[in-house]
């Protein structure tokens, strides 16, 4: 069984910076949506994105300094990490 790192990295090859000031960058493929969640579980940005495109960018700089869960999803998966603002 794959570990979890290396299933998050099989859609998302790099996703930077970590902490980060107004936008996080996301490279990766298949990538169809891009959610940012409060550590209560609230969805508080929402990207739909392209999977033609292996680049995104996330502007999160209206938010509070804290922890986000940066969830993005794929094809036939959906993988969560947790980003600090």
Do not use: C
């Not at 298949?30 to 292996?54: A, K, W, Y």
């Not at 996330?58 to 980003?83: C, E, F, H, M, W």
Request: aromatic share 8%; hydrophobic share 35%.
């Amino acid at each position: 069984m794959p570990n979890r790192n290396w299933v998050f990295q099989k859609i998302v090859k790099k996703d930077w910076p970590n902490p980060v000031q107004q936008i996080v960058h996301v490279e990766g493929v298949q990538i169809q949506e891009i959610s940012v969640f409060d550590l209560s579980g609230r969805n508080i940005l929402h990207q739909q994105t392209s999977p033609e495109n292996t680049y995104h960018e996330v502007g999160i700089s209206p938010l509070l300094p804290g922890l986000y869960l940066l969830r993005v999803k794929g094809d036939n998966s959906a993988k969560t990490r947790i980003q600090v603002r």
